[in-house]
């Protein structure tokens, strides 16, 4: 393969996920993926699609690997250097992961059970080692379940956000303040110990 194919190649794989994602957004994760439709917005023959992804569900998970990639590296950069409170709360009020959420939650719905909810999972879990390391998290807490629990709240409150807030009568940003509170207290709790040991320390 000569490098112009491969550089057209990558060009329109490229075109194909952009489309791909634009129509989720604007669509909706449900309203289904018409690959007649990507194809015509990338300005290609629907076979490409087959030819480079092989499936509808391939194309998404390029999708989702590319778009979280290059989000995963802006947020870490956003916060390098910040107490692990910090920087949960920053990831939980940040809005970046909200189309990533949704498209791994569409995956799932079509059948994928081969989806990780978590991607980066052992970068983060050393993170949370570092943390306790620093004393920010008490070293008798579940650093794995610490991370499925983060990384569900996160996920959730994303997907559900603004039907949450339609639920309580605020609006989005309002809700994201008072849970971001809530958050708060809960990620300050996790410095002391968990309340089962706090029993035990006590009888």
């Given at each position: 393969?000569?490098?112009?194919?491969?550089?057209?190649?990558?060009?329109?794989?490229?075109?194909?996920?952009?489309?791909?994602?634009?129509?989720?957004?604007?669509?909706?994760?449900?309203?289904?993926?018409?690959?007649?439709?990507?194809?015509?917005?990338?300005?290609?023959?629907?076979?490409?699609?087959?030819?480079?992804?092989?499936?509808?569900?391939?194309?998404?998970?390029?999708?989702?690997?590319?778009?979280?990639?290059a989000m995963a590296?802006?947020?870490?950069?956003?916060?390098?250097?910040?107490?692990?409170?910090?920087?949960?709360?920053?990831?939980?009020q940040s809005s970046?992961?909200?189309?990533?959420?949704?498209?791994?939650?569409l995956l799932v719905?079509?059948?994928?059970?081969?989806?990780?909810?978590?991607?980066?999972?052992?970068?983060?879990?050393?993170?949370?080692?570092?943390?306790?390391?620093?004393?920010?998290?008490?070293?008798?807490?579940?650093?794995?379940?610490?991370?499925?629990?983060?990384?569900?709240?996160?996920?959730?409150?994303?997907?559900?956000?603004?039907?949450?807030?339609?639920?309580?009568?605020?609006?989005?940003?309002?809700?994201?303040?008072?849970?971001?509170?809530?958050?708060?207290?809960?990620?300050?709790?996790?410095?002391?110990?968990?309340?089962?040991?706090?029993?035990?320390?006590?009888?």
């Amino acid at each position: 393969m000569t490098t112009t194919t491969r550089r057209n190649r990558a060009e329109t794989e490229r075109r194909l996920v952009d489309v791909a994602l634009d129509l989720i957004q604007s669509n909706g994760v449900l309203a289904g993926l018409n690959l007649r439709e990507v194809a015509e917005g990338a300005g290609v023959n629907r076979a490409n699609i087959y030819h480079y992804f092989g499936s509808r569900r391939e194309l998404l998970r390029a999708g989702i690997t590319r778009r979280f990639e290059a989000m995963a590296e802006y947020v870490a950069a956003d916060r390098r250097g910040l107490s692990f409170v910090e920087r949960r709360l920053r990831a939980f009020q940040s809005s970046a992961t909200i189309h990533d959420s949704h498209l791994r939650a569409l995956l799932v719905i079509d059948g994928d059970d081969t989806i990780d909810p978590m991607p980066r999972y052992e970068e983060l879990l050393s993170r949370l080692r570092q943390d306790v390391i620093d004393g920010d998290i008490d070293r008798a807490h579940d650093l794995e379940a610490l991370q499925v629990a983060l990384s569900a709240l996160l996920r959730g409150y994303r997907i559900f956000r603004e039907q949450y807030a339609k639920r309580i009568d605020t609006d989005a940003d309002d809700l994201d303040q008072r849970v971001a509170e809530i958050v708060r207290t809960w990620l300050e709790a996790m410095a002391g110990p968990p309340a089962a040991s706090q029993r035990d320390e006590g009888s």
